[in-house]
């Protein structure tokens, strides 16, 4: 059985800075993209920044130049770094990553979510 498990929210003033990680754990055959998401209140869960399985990345307009995603394929892990947060930045993040099992599967994963809130 495959988890995501995520760390690294908080409370942080307007400025600041947070790392989340998430790691990856369980049966797994092969990682293809990994991404994360956010959820604030009353909003639909929207993309935030994605890595292939390359290296090639994609980020929301809103969080360009800001927000660094990165992955370790080794651990597995994948990072948000989170830089001159904003108080619009407040939602709760969640890790995802599209996992194989066996060859022959291919599905979404999703963390728990973790919740990141910035104070103005």
């Known amino acids: 059985q495959v988890q995501l498990v995520e760390s690294g929210g908080g409370l942080v003033q307007s400025g600041g800075s947070l790392r989340l990680s998430c790691g990856l754990s369980g049966s797994i055959f092969y990682i293809d993209t990994m991404a994360w998401y956010c959820q604030a209140p009353g909003n639909q869960r929207e993309m935030v920044a994605t890595?292939?399985?390359?290296?090639?990345?994609n980020y929301a307009d809103s969080v360009k130049g800001r927000f660094t995603i990165s992955r370790d394929n080794a651990k597995p892990t994948v990072s948000l770094q989170m830089n001159s947060l904003k108080p619009e930045d407040t939602a709760v993040y969640f890790c995802?990553?599209?996992?194989?099992?066996?060859?022959?599967?291919?599905?979404?994963?999703w963390g728990q979510g973790t919740q990141v809130t910035v104070s103005s």
């Open positions: 890595i292939s399985s390359s290296g090639n990345t």
């Open positions: 995802n990553a599209v996992i194989s099992t066996t060859p022959y599967d291919r599905r979404d994963y």
